[in-house]
Each structure stands twice: as C-alpha cells, then as structure tokens.
C-alpha cells in the first residue's frame, strides 16, 4: 500500500500499469451503470498535491466543450474555505487515504461522490458513492504511474457519462507512455543535466500543460530538493518571472505565448528549456545555446499529451538525480497526518 517502488521502476512501468488500469477502470465503470450527464451539469474535482495538479486536465478538456468544470484544493472544502455546487465531484487519492480528500466527501451530497484511487479497500470507499480503482499497481514516493494511471481515469470516466469523446483517446495513453519513455530518454539527459545546475527553477504552463508544469515543479522540490514553482503562462508575466537569474532554469510546456517568452531572459543568462509542438521557424530564439527544445507530436489529445509532457519530466528528473548526492526515494521531512493507516484487507 505505501509507495516502495523505485521512481526508475516504476516510471518504466507505466506502460503496463497504464494498460492495467484500463481495463480495471473499464471493468468497474461497467459495473457501476452511471448514468449520462446533462450538458449543463457541472463536476468539482477534489484533491490534495499531485493529484491535484492532475485535475488541469479534465478541467481543460470539459472547458474547451463549454462545460463547467474546476479543481478545488481538498482542505478548502473540508474546512469551509471553498464551497463545491457541482452536480458531481471526483474525489481522487492515489493512496485511498489522504484524509483531506475524505473529509472533503463527507461534506458533499450523497450519490455525487466518484472517487479515483489505487487502492478502493482503503477508507475512500465508505467516503464516495463509486469508487474506480487504477489496478493496485506499485507506485514511488515521488508519484509515477498513479499520477498518469489519474489521467487515464478522468478520460475513460468523462467518455463513459458522455462529457467528452475521450475513450479512443484513453486507450492510446499505454501506448502513447511507451514511445515518449524511448523517444525522450536522450534529450532528457540533456534536461536532467541543466536542472541538476540550478539555484531554483521556475515551470510554466495553460490549460492541460498546466498539469505537467504543476508536476514537475512538485517532483524538483520533492526529488531534486530545489526550490520551484508552478504558474499559468500569463500570471507568470504579471510579475514572477522578476526573480529570474543566470542561476535559474524556466521550463515552459506549451505552443502559443510560451514560444516567444525564452527570447526575454535568454540574453540575462536564464537557461530555459521548452517543450512544444510548434516548429523552430515558429520559436523566435530557436538556436540559443541557453535554449534546449523538446518536440512533442502536433495534434495530441489534452489527455495524452499531458501524459507526454509527463514522462518528459518524469525523464528529466531520472537523469537530474544522477548529479545529486542522494536517491529520489528518500524524503527528508515526513508528516503523520497526510494519511491515514493502512486498512487490512
């Protein structure tokens, strides 16, 4: 039940965990017979951490379809700061024991709560009405497979209810795992290598790439232990980019405004990496030597080039680690209350 997997191992295991969660996702969707949702019903997706950058997703997928769709921070709800009066919630904890997740679902109406978890023996299923577990696969303490196996699961979820045209989609994402963990392994070394270098690194993104960009600002600071935060692309230019220095690195995820930002800090020394689909005709500081491109395929669904981006980071973070004096898995500072004891089962 508690994340022991090795982030290698399991970051190459996602392909088979993504495929097993599939069908396990499929399997209990078909049991539990939800009905379709109206067009004009709204879903709160309610969560703690990584789960929670992984809610970008969906919220953008359902956004570009005109439906009502936002992610809210778990203890917000749990504690009265943010109130949900969506027609649905997804309460998801990889672990099925975060307990703000839990007491969050204890505040919202019965027969609206879906949960999304590893683990469906654990106490999220007395919380929630459906609970859809991702397979019961071995996960890493800087979360791998069951950040992806999520996203895998708002696709097959949203397409069953007909909120979104994602079940084709969901079944490429094992697929679509696969071939980024052999195409991107050499220019993640590359990557790996200029995080490994910086003071502090700043990660960027909109829409869905907010999703990888909140992400792989969470596993720098809980892997590589360097200061970094997240931001949406045009808060980002509102003010936090100020603090950028020769020490630094910016990490851009994205086809539009992101492509012309690295041509403002390049000249100060700032190395900035971006991952985008667009051209280097179209990246106006194509060629900088401060600059390093990642190329993902044009067209991707949100749900799977979310998954790219992903393991993009994910890569990167493997080869980072090697120019650091401890291992990924081990944490410094540890809380007793961000989970709830293991359940018997």
Request: aromatic share 4%.
């Amino acid at each position: 039940m508690e994340p022991t997997a090795s982030f290698i191992d399991a970051m190459n295991a996602q392909p088979a965990n993504l495929q097993l969660a599939l069908e396990t996702v499929a399997r209990e969707l078909d049991a539990a017979a939800l009905p379709g949702w109206g067009a004009d019903e709204s879903v709160a997706i309610v969560a703690m951490g990584a789960s929670l950058n992984s809610a970008h997703v969906p919220v953008a997928a359902l956004a570009e379809t005109g439906r009502p769709a936002t992610a809210v921070i778990a203890s917000d709800v749990a504690d009265g700061l943010a109130v949900v009066r969506a027609e649905h919630a997804i309460i998801v904890s990889e672990s099925g024991r975060s307990p703000e997740p839990l007491a969050a679902a204890a505040v919202l109406p019965q027969g609206s709560r879906i949960g999304v978890t590893n683990f469906p023996d654990q106490p999220i299923r007395e919380a929630t009405d459906i609970v859809l577990g991702l397979g019961g696969f071995p996960d890493s303490p800087v979360y791998t497979s069951g950040y992806t196996a999520t996203i895998l699961a708002y696709a097959l979820l949203l397409d069953r209810v007909g909120a979104l045209d994602a079940g084709a989609e969901a079944a490429r994402l094992p697929g679509r795992a696969a071939d980024a963990l052999r195409d991107y392994a050499s220019i993640a070394e590359t990557v790996g290598g200029v995080l490994a270098q910086a003071t502090s690194i700043d990660v960027v993104g909109r829409g869905s790439s907010l999703a990888a960009a909140s992400e792989l600002s969470l596993m720098v600071r809980e892997g590589l232990r360097t200061p970094s935060s997240a931001f949406e692309t045009y808060q980002y230019l509102h003010g936090p980019m100020e603090v950028l220095s020769s020490d630094d690195v910016l990490v851009l995820f994205g086809d539009g405004r992101e492509t012309t930002i690295p041509s403002s800090v390049l000249d100060a020394g700032v190395r900035v990496v971006l991952v985008t689909s667009a051209s280097a005709e179209e990246v106006p500081s194509s060629g900088h030597p401060g600059l390093t491109i990642v190329t993902v395929p044009a067209g991707l669904g949100h749900f799977e080039r979310s998954v790219v981006e992903t393991v993009i980071g994910q890569l990167a973070i493997a080869a980072a680690i090697g120019h650091k004096p401890y291992p990924l898995e081990e944490f410094l500072y540890h809380q007793d209350d961000t989970k709830l004891p293991v359940r018997a089962v």
